[in-house]
């Protein structure tokens, strides 16, 4: 026997036919319908994400803090980075730079402490295949769970960057479209957390000082030697561990780990790398 067809549209439509609704139900529904905040939802038309800034009512709006509520909300803020940042997972430093910069893992930390919501999306792009040129400009959105945009954040990555101009750009846009995402989310997130007085935005933008007073020689001396990790510790057991954690999750092999360190510091053991080139190489598994 041949299963019945039922238009569940149309059998709604009748059953409602005689419903009649009270005279302020519109006025009711139009007031509600301005109350739901947009942010988080998505037009059912669209493809992409565009939040949209609604004025909020007095009980949704972001309002100003005391200054003992300031004290407080970054008391908090430091006790999270105290208590949970691990250097190397969640933070890093360059040599000669006394500010260090924060990874995305930290980012998501704050943002999970604060209630907040990162919505990321590619507003600009480059993809000349021709030439070989890519660049990503990407744009962060932080939400509250009113529906609030509390912060925005830029982050740009291209194919032209000095660590990149040695790779074949054709391999490596899904790289330079997770950094320009990373990069706008950690933008957003200073911001929102006002950590711009302990953290960079990213390792790459920041550079080292220059000594003073040496000659040229002795500077690529001490250049050489802090590249191969000769002045730099070793890394810590956590950020090993952290290491095989994360290669474990991306289906990446010891072999395949030994390979990189050897062709990128001429270190034959990933176990016996630095510190700073630990953070580096966890950075590295993060955007595979």
């Not at 997770?178 to 933008?187: A, E, G, M, N, V």
């Not at 006002?194 to 001490?222: I, M």
């Not at 034959?268 to 510190?275: A, E, L, P, V, Y």
Request: aromatic letters at 6%.
């Amino acid at each position: 026997m041949a299963t019945k067809q039922i238009d569940l549209r149309k059998l709604l439509e009748q059953k409602t036919a005689g419903i009649v609704p009270a005279e302020n139900a519109k006025e009711v529904i139009e007031t509600a319908e301005r109350a739901v905040p947009k942010n988080l939802l998505f037009d059912a038309q669209a493809d992409k994400f565009e939040p949209e800034t609604v004025t909020t009512g007095s009980e949704l709006a972001v309002r100003p803090l005391s200054v003992e509520e300031t004290q407080m909300f970054e008391a908090k803020i430091n006790e999270c980075i105290d208590q949970i940042f691990v250097e190397g997972v969640h933070y890093g430093s360059v040599p000669g730079v006394k500010k260090k910069f924060i990874f995305k893992a930290g980012c998501e930390v704050i943002l999970s402490m604060m209630g907040l919501v990162a919505r990321t999306e590619v507003i600009d792009k480059i993809e000349d295949y021709t030439n070989g040129v890519f660049s990503y400009t990407c744009k962060t959105w932080l939400i509250d769970n009113a529906g609030s945009v509390r912060a925005e954040g830029y982050g740009v990555c291209n194919s032209k960057e000095n660590k990149y101009l040695k790779m074949n750009p054709y391999n490596i846009q899904n790289v330079l479209i997770k950094l320009s995402r990373k990069r706008s989310i950690c933008d957003a997130t200073l911001s929102v957390a006002s950590l711009s007085n302990k953290f960079s935005q990213d390792e790459d933008l920041v550079e080292p000082e220059q000594p003073v007073g040496r000659n040229p020689e002795e500077l690529r001396t001490n250049n050489n030697s802090s590249s191969t990790g000769g002045t730099d510790r070793p890394a810590s057991q956590k950020q090993i561990r952290f290491i095989e954690s994360l290669a474990e999750q991306n289906n990446i092999s010891v072999e395949t780990l030994n390979k990189y360190t050897k062709t990128t510091w001429n270190v034959d053991d990933f176990r016996r790398i630095s510190g700073k080139m630990a953070s580096a190489l966890i950075e590295r598994i993060k955007t595979c």
